[in-house]
């Protein structure tokens, strides 16, 4: 199947920093969503994109549809604690119809 | 409250059990989804249905079976030809058009 390869793996953030994750595909996408995920929970929408070179801002949230449309990235400012989860990228391809490839997860974890 | 609910939160079962696992929305979406996700892994999409008694095989139908009489409703079995089935399943739902989706809280199936 089609693959998105979402990096970093994991990183540890200490509050107040900024944090940065992007997916990047061989394949052309027409929309972008990005999800959080809390331990045992479903993943939770925190910003969708459907236009390459869109800039979306959720709060502390800001997401970019990459202009070649094979990527996107994902900043977090001033991280604080709650922020903490696995993040996804997904993507939708025009010949999947309303199916979605997802990234294998970026997990977010606290600097002790 | 408009929302997708999953029951139950958790399930055992013995090797060699059909189990069903139930997903519910009253979000009046036409689209329902089933994924599986595995540590490690991005969501993995099992089997989707964009209209009411229609749906389709994902990338990981094998050993699943589904049905969709009701809008509202799309129940996974989880077949005893299903090789590996002790993982985190989830639900979403979109409107048919719209690329997002949203997430259930999930079901941790756990075969014993």
């Known amino acids: 199947g089609q693959q998105l390869n979402q990096s970093p793996q994991s990183m540890f953030i200490q509050e107040g920093e900024d944090v940065s994750m992007n997916c990047t595909s061989s394949?052309?996408?027409?929309?972008w969503l990005w999800y959080k995920q809390d331990p045992g929970e479903g993943p939770v929408l925190l910003i969708a994109?459907?236009?390459?070179?869109e800039l979306t801002s959720n709060g502390r949230l800001t997401a970019q549809f990459g202009i070649t449309r094979k990527d996107s990235f994902l900043n977090i400012s001033a991280s604080i604690p709650s922020d903490v989860g696995i993040y996804f990228c997904?993507?939708?391809?025009?010949?999947?119809?309303?199916?979605?490839?997802f990234g294998a997860g970026t997990i977010l974890r606290v600097k002790s | 409250d408009g929302g997708i609910t999953q029951s139950p939160k958790y399930l055992f079962r013995k090797e060699g059990q059909n189990v069903t696992l139930s997903c519910e929305q009253n979000?009046?979406?036409?689209?329902m989804y089933w994924y599986r996700q595995d540590p490690g892994q991005g969501l993995r999409l099992i089997y989707y249905?964009?209209?009411?008694?229609?749906?389709q095989k994902g990338d990981i139908a094998e050993g699943y079976s589904v049905s969709r009489e009701k809008k509202e409703s799309f129940p996974l079995t989880v077949t005893s030809a299903q090789k590996n089935p002790t993982a985190f399943y989830l639900c979403?739902?979109?409107?048919?058009?719209?690329?997002?989706?949203?997430f259930g809280p999930g079901t941790r199936l756990t075969v014993l």
């Open positions: 979000l009046n979406h036409d689209a």
């Open positions: 997904a993507g939708q391809l025009a010949e999947y119809g309303n199916k979605l490839v």
């Open positions: 249905s964009q209209i009411v008694n229609d749906f």
């Open positions: 994109l459907y236009k390459a070179g």
């Open positions: 394949s052309i996408f027409n929309t």
């Open positions: 979403a739902s979109g409107t048919s058009g719209q690329n997002e989706q949203f």
